[in-house]
């Protein structure tokens, strides 16, 4: 991963590096929603794309977390 340098206009900058995330973050947002939203012309399908993936997690998490209190 890369590190960035400040100049030292500051004396507390002088010297100092932070880790550089530009390789693992995007620049724009994620805007499926929007899409979806575009693409329909309906929020109702909007509402739809956001709960089933948000729903298939929680019962997930519910059946790991059931399965790990029968075996412990």
Request: with cysteine; charged share 20%; net charge positive.
């Given at each position: 991963?890369?590190?960035?340098?400040?100049?030292?206009?500051?004396?507390?900058?002088?010297?100092?590096?932070?880790?550089?995330?530009?390789?693992?973050?995007?620049?724009?947002?994620?805007?499926?929603?929007?899409?979806?939203?575009?693409?329909?012309?309906?929020?109702?399908?909007?509402?739809?794309?956001?709960?089933?993936?948000?729903?298939?997690?929680?019962?997930?998490?519910?059946?790991?977390?059931?399965v790990?209190?029968?075996?412990?």
């Open positions: 991963m890369a590190t960035k340098r400040f100049n030292s206009y500051t004396p507390s900058r002088r010297n100092m590096t932070v880790l550089d995330y530009q390789e693992i973050t995007k620049k724009t947002p994620e805007k499926s929603l929007l899409t979806v939203k575009k693409e329909t012309g309906k929020w109702k399908w909007v509402g739809i794309s956001f709960l089933i993936p948000t729903l298939c997690g929680i019962i997930l998490c519910f059946v790991t977390t059931g790990y209190n029968i075996f412990t």
